[in-house]
T-cell receptor, first 114, second 113 residues
Framework: DQQVKQNSPSLSVQEGRISILNCDYT??????FLWYKKYPAEGPTFLIS?????DKNEDGRFTVFLNKSAKHLSLHIVPSQPGDSAVYFC?????????????FGKGMKLTVNP | DVKVTQSSRYLVKRTGEKVFLECVQD?????MFWYRQDPGLGLRLIYF???????EKGDIPEGYSVSREKKERFSLILESASTNQTSMYLC????????????FGNGTRLTVT
């Protein structure tokens, strides 16, 4: 049973516009959520996180929103740039924000067109 | 800056061979992980270790074993490689104090023929 779901496998947006990447989860015990970005032939790199005590966290062009009642989070990238083109993974964990036993979604490929 | 180094970027092995994938981190992290990434399946945890000589099975440990003799090194072993173990293997680590995200290596693309 997939606990973290990224239902759209890909997204294509124009440079300068907003990219919205969605993630749903089923385990109500998850209390920490992270987004990772992965370029081809490289390992994933940590992008941004949010704990369940917050509903929004912002870092530059990247904002993550958490809706606990809907078990849904989203990553907003504004404005989108061609260098943002990558695969994005949503991940979740239990237990006060540790990275132990992170559960990852299947990933979504974002393409930002110049 | 944290560095997680995987010794090989690409490996080609034959079915039945014993395969060693090596990972070293330079930040004194207690916790180390091995994942595999496959298209449409995302990242799946094979094994992890939270201390030297300690290991825990992840979600897909069958066909794999691990070794952690030193804190900085975590090895993944394919006892008898099979074609369904063709994949991208990713090593990761994080430290135990406070919030710390996983830091990943650049991966090893293993092909088993």
């Amino acid at each position: 049973d997939q606990q973290v779901k990224q239902n759209s496998p890909s997204l294509s947006v124009q440079e300068g516009r907003i990219s919205i990447l969605n993630c749903d989860y089923t385990n109500s015990m998850f209390d920490y959520f992270l987004w990772y970005k992965k370029y081809p032939a490289e390992g994933p790199t940590f992008l941004i996180s949010i704990s369940s005590i917050k509903d929004k966290n912002e870092d530059g062009r990247f904002t993550v929103f958490l809706n606990k009642s809907a078990k849904h989070l989203s990553l907003h990238i504004v404005p989108s740039q061609p260098g943002d083109s990558a695969v994005y993974f949503c991940a979740a964990s239990e237990g006060q924000g540790g990275s132990e036993k992170l559960v990852f979604g299947k990933g979504m490929k974002l393409t930002v067109n110049p | 800056d944290v560095k997680v180094t995987q010794s090989s970027r690409y490996l080609v092995k034959r079915t039945g061979e014993k395969v060693f994938l090596e990972c070293v981190q330079d930040m004194d992290h207690e916790n180390m992980f091995w994942y595999r990434q496959d298209p449409g399946l995302g990242l799946r945890l094979i094994y992890f270790s939270y201390d030297v000589k300690m290991k825990e099975k992840g979600d897909i440990p069958e066909g794999y074993s691990v070794s952690r003799e030193k804190k900085e090194r975590f090895s993944l072993i394919l006892e008898s490689a099979s074609t369904n173990q063709t994949s991208m293997y990713l090593c990761a680590s994080f430290r135990d104090r406070g919030f710390s995200p996983l830091h990943f290596g650049n991966g090893t693309r293993l092909t088993v023929t």
